[in-house]
């Protein structure tokens, strides 16, 4: 077995919505089916007995070792409690080779399970030693170690579930919500509109106080100490002397480190001191004050949860020790390391000894049975405390003065620690405090207490930061099809444009927001459209979404409110990734139609394309049909039903749904030259469904369509027209059959410009099938009196000079050209083209690199002709 080309798809994708590993896999003879490898099921069992060999989902076909490497991977992340569920094995046209797709929830981990499956397989094929539970170890603590911890995942599923989509901007807790100008953006729980001074001023617990004190929050007394003498002069500051009890903590600290509480004795007080001095410059003293401890969440002015901490604590049963008791308390499978669970293992340490020493225990002591056992001051959950929720007894001045305390800091999300006897009366009457504000406060004593009800928190900072109703999206719309994305792309961007949004567009032209290009070259894949819809700046997108980036990584985006096909081409990318028909690549362009948003959202379709006209089926939303010919049968089918439909009218776009209609003349849409380029009347039908299904107003998608000019500037390579000594020349950037023959159509219906002779400036993608390169040619050579072949700059796999061989043969029974010419290079062929032009000629020029020689034709159309440096080509006549 054999484990090539490993792809994450990280949006939805060919296979599913799922986050997906895809791996190629090929397996030899025998591994195409498993029962032909003696004993292997029963090895592979005992490795890994949790597998389930799925056989009834094979439709009774043998599994083969492809799909065994399919269950092993997703079980082995199930077994290291990754919720991942679909998983799917199918067989590519060559023989025993398959694609492996399984759900992942995090890359990492589904990348090492896919590892540790390959590992796994081999082991029990050559009945090799797997070691099932270190391996699973390793799975588990790399999810737990990237996954993301409790807090930013509680807000994050919050969000989710109210249809906000998300992105993980770092490995850590950095979190973005929403697209465009909506987006909103977290870091655990801390929020984008948290004051830096505010998180400073919480940091600093003496200015903390005094600006709760000079407020009428209460607050302990105490003050900032320089040394241990100092520590031990406030704290008769205070009264030690005198019974009173303090506390030392950090001045800057957070998790409870370096705090020490109800200190009564000299020795305490400057052991505390060197303890807080190691986690902060500054130390502060303060009165202890009698309770318990309580952790209050406020979330925007709002009290959202509050918990009782204990310190971490074990009960002695009179049998075992303390050590022992820990080690049974550290066991609880809700017990980890960190913040990844809902609890943390207790620290048996020297702070844990030292304590155990003021009751005088240490950790062999064995405790009588029921006796509390203190092992920390602090109630910190990070050092192993626990928590039980008492929202619901908080009395409502009580709120109030925690929600007063953040307001006075200046947090918009703040855990308010206070002591006090209880929450069931007002603070002011217990004598109680508060001791400390947190930004970014944990929530998971909130979540998951150890006692009480669990609390929707995350759900809480969701609706704290999107009002009701609001999922943070901007209108998208993706754009898929063999030929007229870009223009499609272009006039959609006009449109919305017009409408007053600041459009961010990516297409094979780069990434452009409002008008200004930000990024080159191709940008039709899902890295460009995550990065428009991170844009600040933009209030709609509109996104040309490409096969490739489809099929190498998924889409850039979860759900799409318009999805655009404007064709399927039958020579286009064939071939390439195991898309070999064009019902395979109709099934890649699809992808967009079943990731409309369901109810609400279209799709919008060309209805005389039979590939894109069935496309239909897999839509969740509604669906807009789009022909010239509005007889065509599933035009006339969709118009029966009251549904929306565009098609041409003599010489209007008619746009009609249940009898009411709305018209556009073709003369007020330049870029179809008056009707005359039938292709552009196709594109321009796309692009108004796209607003027409976003809910525009006809007047501004009437003036978007006015507003929009087909120049090089405005839609670089795409029937682009210049005037060359009265010559009409034609820049475009079509490369497949179908862009061949609707170029030639678009020509001789512009008769005022069809040329009394004709030229042709043509080469050909590398990776496009033999007989796709041919038919190119063929269809231009009926139509044009020469064709100029160069070789393009990238050969992408083929040998030196084979592309222009199939062009000519191309040629070879050419009705029209007699006149075939040959040169190396792009810029010397289109000069080749140029040098023999009358005036009356038309010539075509198919561009590849585009911008290069949209620029070189506009300076050979600015300078003497004279000044030309004569190119050596070789010319062949018929």
Known sequence: MDVSRIRALRGPNLWSRHTSIEAIVSCAEAERDINRIPGFETRLRERFPEIALLQPALGGDAPSMAHILEFATLGLQAQAGCPVTFSRTSQTIEAGVYQVVVEYSEEEVGRLALELAQTLCRAAAADAPFDIGKEMR???????????????????????????????LTEGSLV?????????????AESDTTSAIAESIAQDKELTKRLLRAAGVPTPAGRPVGDAEDAWTAAREIGIENG???????????????????????????????????????????????????????????????ARREPPMVIGDGARSVRQLVDQVNADPRRGDGHATSLTRIRFDDIALARLAEDGLDAESVPPRGRRVILRNNANLSTGGSATDVTDDVHPDFAACAAAAARVIGLDIAGVDIVCKNVLRPLEEQGGG???????PGLRMHLQP?????????????????????????????????NGKTTTVRLTAGILGSAGYRVGMTSTDGVHIQGKRIDSGDCSGPKSARNVLMHPDVDAAVLETARGGVLREGLGFDRCDVAVVTNIGKGDHLGLSYISTAEDLS??????????????????????????????????????????????????????????????????????????EQRIALCDIPITAGGAIGFQIENVMAAAGAGWALGLDWTVIRAGLAAFVNDAASAPGRFNLFDYRGATLIADYGHNPDAMQALVEAIENMPEKSGKRRVAVISGAGDRRDEDLRQQTEILGQAFDTVV??????????????????LRQGLQNARRARRVTEIHGELPAIDTALRDLQAGDLCLILVDQVETSLAHIAQRIAEPHSVWPAERATVASK
Not at 138 to 154: F, H, Q, Y
Not at 434 to 439: D, G, S
């Open 138 to 168: 390793r799975l588990r603590e790399l999810d737990e170690e990237v996954r993301l911890g409790p807090s930013t995942g509680a807000i994050v599923y919050a969000a989710a579930a109210r249809g906000i989509p998300w992105r993980r």
């Open 176 to 188: 973005q919500f929403g697209w465009g100008s909506k987006q909103r953006r977290i870091q655990a």
């Open 244 to 306: 009173a009890a303090v506390v030392v903590k950090p001045r800057d600290g957070n998790q409870g480190k370096g705090v020490a509480v109800n200190l009564t004795t000299r020795e305490q007080v400057l052991t505390a001191y060197a303890a807080a001095r190691r986690i902060s410059a500054g130390v502060l003293v303060e009165r202890y004050i009698g309770g318990q401890d309580h952790r209050f969440l406020i979330v925007g002015g709002k009290l959202a949860a509050a």
């Open 434 to 440: 508060i001791v400390e504000l947190n930004a970014a």
């Open 450 to 482: 150890s006692f009480g009800k669990g609390r929707a928190v995350g759900e809480a900072i969701v609706a704290h930061l999107f009002a009701d109703g609001d999922e943070a999206r901007i209108p998208l719309v993706a754009v898929a099809g063999t």
């Open 587 to 660: 099934v890649v362009k699809r992808v967009i139609v079943r990731n409309v948003k369901p109810g609400a959202g279209h799709a919008v379709l060309n209805a005389a394309d039979p590939l894109v006209a069935r496309m239909a089926a897999a839509c969740p939303g509604q669906v807009i049909f789009f022909a010239r010919d509005r007889g065509h049968p599933v035009m006339a089918l969709h118009r029966a039903q009251g549904k929306r439909i565009l098609f041409l009218d003599g010489r209007e776009i008619v746009a009609q749904e249940a009898g009411a």
């Open 789 to 806: 072949l160069y070789q393009d700059q990238c050969q992408r796999g083929r040998a030196d000079g084979e592309v222009l061989a199939l």
